[in-house]
């Protein structure tokens, strides 16, 4: 074979194998639907004795739920020796074999102080599906993933980097997603609606205001699910963020950011959702680690529950809740 030839064949697989990995990418719903396993607050430190142990429970919740995509809401690694914990979290993806998305916690960045570092590492799989996107909204802070039935988009997923630190003098406590970035969730959303409605999630760590408020009576729409057992840490500036889920018409936003938190609220008619708990060892929590399992219909309704390592799940809930 001629010097020209190899270089054409390997130019081919090259192509080849790029369209593999793009159709891989792209996120379709099963007949009987389409199923995300949101894992949180993971705070994986490969230096512990236990991790091979933890990864184990990763896999065993992985294999019962058999998810289409896993979505990870933030505080993944959050270890001095970050760079080794993220090159085995990305090892243990890609043994997965399962499409995943994730979004930053605000103690991701804290050793690795370039998110870029941690986008490009994860970004390397084959399997990452935050990069393969309608468009990005805003740099790396948020960004749209579709997911197809029938070739029609029948959801999107929005994932918004909540930030970490308030990084104004004159407010305390945790940042808070910026006008810049809601202004874009709009439209993003009048783009994706021209024609017809789209059902729409939104996943994020850190939890809006409204989480709180729904914890009143005066403001839910019903009776909160689940362990309310810690105040919920939210910021201290209310930008606006629920008024766009609420104006646009999301079937619910996904937070983790408390470990002791994991319940459902619905508030004016958007349901407002923990997930569990993921990580053992590494952080607080009374709560069991687990996961949240969220079933997508076609219909434009979902079916939630928490599963945790004990393969033990909560009571299963059709979302959203009729007012």
């Known amino acids: 074979m001629s010097i020209m030839r190899k270089i054409i064949y390997i130019v081919l697989l090259v192509v080849i194998n790029s369209a593999s990995l ?8 099963r007949e009987d639907g389409f199923r995300i396993l949101q894992m949180t607050d993971m705070h994986i430190d490969p230096s512990k004795k236990n991790i ?20 990870f ?3 993944i690694v959050t270890s001095p020796n970050a760079l080794d914990g993220w090159c085995m979290f990305k090892e243990w993806l890609d043994k997965t074999g399962i ?10 960045p804290e050793y690795i102080h370039d998110k870029d570092l941690i986008y490009q590492c994860l970004s390397r799989s084959p399997y990452c599906s935050s990069h393969y996107r309608i468009n990005e909204i805003s740099e790396k802070n948020a960004y749209v993933l579709p997911i197809y039935n029938k070739r029609q988009i029948a959801w999107t997923l929005f994932g918004v980097d909540s930030g970490s630190m308030s990084t104004d003098e004159s407010v305390d406590g945790y940042d808070w997603v910026k006008t810049q970035t809601i202004r874009k969730v709009y439209q993003q959303v009048e783009q994706l609606e021209k024609n017809n409605p789209v059902s729409k999630l939104m996943f994020l760590h850190i939890p809006v205001p409204e989480y709180a408020m729904a914890t009143k ?13 810690e105040k919920v840490c939210c910021p201290n500036i209310n930008s606006g963020l629920f008024y766009c889920l609420w104006s646009t018409h999301f079937k619910g936003v996904f937070a983790g950011h408390d470990h002791d938190n994991d319940y459902v609220a619905q508030m004016y008619g958007v349901p407002l959702i923990y997930g569990r ?5 590494t952080c607080y929590g009374k709560l069991r680690m687990g996961a949240r399992v ?3 219909n076609s219909n434009g309704s979902y079916y939630t529950w928490i599963i945790d390592r004990k393969l033990k799940r909560s009571n299963r809930l059709l979302l959203p809740m009729i007012k």
């Open 99 to 108: 499409p995943f998305a994730f979004v930053m916690g605000n103690h991701d």
């Open 22 to 29: 793009m159709a891989k990418k792209k996120l379709e719903f």
């Open 294 to 296: 969220i079933d997508l």
């Open 52 to 71: 091979v142990e933890y990864y184990q429970m990763l896999n065993k919740m992985v294999e019962h739920t058999r998810p289409d995509l896993l979505f």
């Open 217 to 229: 009576k005066r403001y839910r729409d019903f009776p909160i699910l689940g362990h309310h057992w």
């Open 73 to 75: 809401t933030g505080d």
């Open 277 to 281: 708990r993921t990580g053992k060892g």
